[in-house]
C-alpha cells in the first residue's frame, strides 16, 4: 500500500477542528485494482478508507493485504460522558457502485475496539454496501480468505441514504470469509453459489431475497423469506 495515498482532513467535533489522518484510496474509474501490502507509514499504523463511487464497476484483488485500523472518535455528545462510546469514522470500505472482490492469499483486516465498562466492543464496519459485492478467489487461487477481527458488521447495507435502489447485493462464490462475532446487517439481495463465511450472524428485512445453491455458511439467521436450495 503506498503512502501518497495518506492524506489528512480536518473533522468538526462539537465546535472543535480536529486533525484526522487516513490512507484514502478512491476508486471513480472503471477497471482491476490490486491492493497490497499493509498500512504502516514510518512504523505507524494509518487507517484505510476504501472508496467506489456510485456507477462504478472496479475489480478488486485483496493481495495477502494486512490493514490494521486503530482511530476511534467521539461522535456523539450523549456519549461523551461515562462509558466509551467512541466509533470509528468510516468503514474499510463503501460500496455505491459494483465490486468483484478478489481474494488472493490470506488478507487480515483488523478494526479498533471500545472498552466499554471494562469489556472490550467491536464498532467498526468492514464493508458499508449500497451497490453490488461480490466476493471470489483470484484465478489459481484454492485456498484464498479474507479475515475481519474486532469487527461489528461484516456487511452494513442498512443504509437507503436517499439512493433509488434498496440495500444492496451481495454474491459469495468462492474462498473463505471470517469475521469472529460480527454480522451481515440488512442486505437486500444474498446470493450463495459457493465458498465459505464464518461470522456471528445473518439479519435482514421482511422483504430481502436470499438465495443459497452452494457453499458452507456458518452463522446464526434471522431471514423472514430465505429461498435455500443448499446450505450446510
Do not use: W
Not at 82 to 105: H, Q, W
Not at 121 to 137: C, D, E, P, S
Request: hydrophobic content about 35%; charged content about 20%; aromatic content about 8%.
Amino acid at each position: 500500500m503506498r503512502s501518497e495515498n495518506a492524506k489528512t482532513t480536518n473533522t468538526d467535533f462539537y465546535g472543535n477542528k480536529t486533525a484526522v489522518s487516513y490512507i484514502d484510496i478512491e476508486i471513480t474509474e472503471d477497471g482491476t485494482y490490486t491492493i497490497t501490502g499493509s498500512n504502516k507509514v514510518d512504523g505507524k499504523d494509518i487507517d484505510v478508507h476504501i472508496s467506489v463511487g456510485k456507477g462504478v464497476k472496479a475489480n478488486i484483488v485483496l493481495d495477502n493485504l494486512e490493514v490494521k485500523n486503530t482511530g476511534l472518535y467521539q461522535m456523539d455528545m450523549a456519549g461523551a460522558v461515562g462509558a466509551d462510546s467512541r466509533e470509528t469514522l468510516f468503514p474499510f470500505m463503501d460500496i455505491e457502485g459494483t465490486v468483484n472482490l478478489y481474494l488472493k492469499g490470506n488478507n487480515t483486516i483488523t478494526m479498533p475496539q471500545t472498552m466499554s465498562n471494562g469489556t472490550a466492543k467491536n464498532v467498526g464496519t468492514v464493508f458499508k454496501l449500497y451497490g453490488q459485492l461480490t466476493v471470489r478467489q483470484a484465478e489459481g487461487e484454492s485456498a484464498a480468505s479474507l479475515t475481519a477481527n474486532n469487527t461489528k458488521c461484516l456487511i452494513n447495507a442498512d443504509c437507503y441514504r436517499g439512493y433509488e435502489y434498496s440495500n444492496g447485493t451481495f454474491l459469495m462464490e468462492s474462498g473463505v470469509v471470517k469475521a469472529s462475532g460480527a454480522s451481515i446487517y440488512g442486505v437486500d439481495r444474498f446470493f450463495m453459489t459457493g465458498g465459505t463465511i464464518s461470522c456471528d450472524a445473518v439479519s435482514t428485512k421482511t422483504k430481502s431475497q436470499y438465495c443459497f445453491m452452494g457453499g458452507e455458511i456458518n452463522a446464526g439467521f434471522s431471514i423472514p423469506n430465505a429461498r435455500v436450495g443448499e446450505m450446510r
